[in-house]
């Protein structure tokens, strides 16, 4: 069993992985300032030791390191368009508050920190499959924050020895995804709105594809990362399906309902993950399929 700390862990892919460490038997921390706008609802795991606190001030954080095995970094402000809209509050976050649980991370030795980020980092430059030795095209503040936590990891593992792991998400859904606001993740937006009986609504033309990746999946390489051999320290791993659908396309998974709304900025055209690299260090494999999932989900309604 291992001494676990988890950031955001009251959190759409937070309290999955809570949930799954405390059934692996692990003893969890779980740190979540309930900040998230798109969340309906926080999932606090009653068998975790919850503290409701804010990663940007250190002080308040670091005591609860003190023996802490493994870090698992979560909390984010982890929306695009909220970014553009309050740019200094997420850089504030997503860069200062990595520092701060990496810095508390180093101060109390702990061992291994696996830190979540984000394929928009590929942007609009980047042909598809993206692959992790693509550079960086931040169309927006958060991708920007994101990377910057990126760098932060391989720094922090170069200087001061802690093994870092970074897992670039693509588009998860699934399990409390979040369905709150017109910037919900879209297949919990279009889920909602299908539910509420409203016209799903399209972005532009609706022909961005994007690689879902269910939240499962996610969980499963993030246990993986931390129960084997580190491979190497300071690495960037997707975490994406390696297949891609168009925005337009899941709508009409769902309903002939649709509205189409106005382009908006900071927003990658394509993604698409080769995950040959965690494949092949870490032997995860995607199992989920999107289709079966919203399958399901309609068949609930």
Request: charged share 20%; net charge neutral; glycine share 6%.
């Amino acid at each position: 069993m291992s001494k676990i700390l988890v950031t955001g862990g009251a959190g759409f892919i937070g309290s999955n992985l809570v949930d799954a460490l405390i059934q692996d038997g692990h003893d969890v921390i779980c740190i979540d300032n309930e900040s998230s706008q798109v969340n309906e609802e926080f999932y606090w795991n009653s068998k975790a030791h919850n503290f409701r606190m804010d990663i940007r001030n250190l002080n308040a954080i670091k005591t609860l390191f003190a023996g802490i095995d493994i870090v698992f970094h979560l909390a984010a402000q982890s929306r695009i368009q909220p970014s553009i809209l309050n740019p200094l509050e997420t850089l504030e976050i997503n860069i200062m508050g990595t520092a701060n649980v990496l810095q508390a991370s180093i101060e109390n030795k702990v061992k291994r920190f696996i830190y979540s980020t984000t394929s928009s980092s590929y942007g609009l430059k980047n042909q598809i499959p993206n692959v992790e030795s693509q550079p960086s095209d931040c169309l927006n503040p958060y991708s920007l924050s994101k990377v910057t936590g990126d760098n932060l990891c391989k720094i922090y593992s170069d200087l001061y020895g802690i093994e870092t792991v970074s897992l670039r998400y693509f588009c998860v859904y699934g399990n409390r995804e979040p369905l709150k606001g017109n910037f919900a993740p879209v297949i919990g937006l279009f889920l909602r709105q299908h539910k509420e009986g409203k016209p799903l609504t399209i972005v532009g033309d609706g022909h961005q594809i994007r690689d879902f990746t269910h939240i499962d999946d996610v969980i499963e390489a993030n246990l993986l990362v931390m129960k084997k051999n580190l491979v190497q320290s300071g690495e960037v791993y997707n975490v994406g399906t390696g297949k891609s659908i168009s925005i337009l396309e899941v709508a009409k998974l769902i309903s002939t309902n649709l509205k189409f709304i106005p382009q908006r900025s900071g927003e990658a055209a394509s993604t698409m993950a080769n995950f040959q690299k965690i494949h092949s260090h870490y032997g995860w494999l995607p199992k989920k399929s999107l289709e079966d999932y919203i399958a399901k989900k309609m068949s609930e309604f």
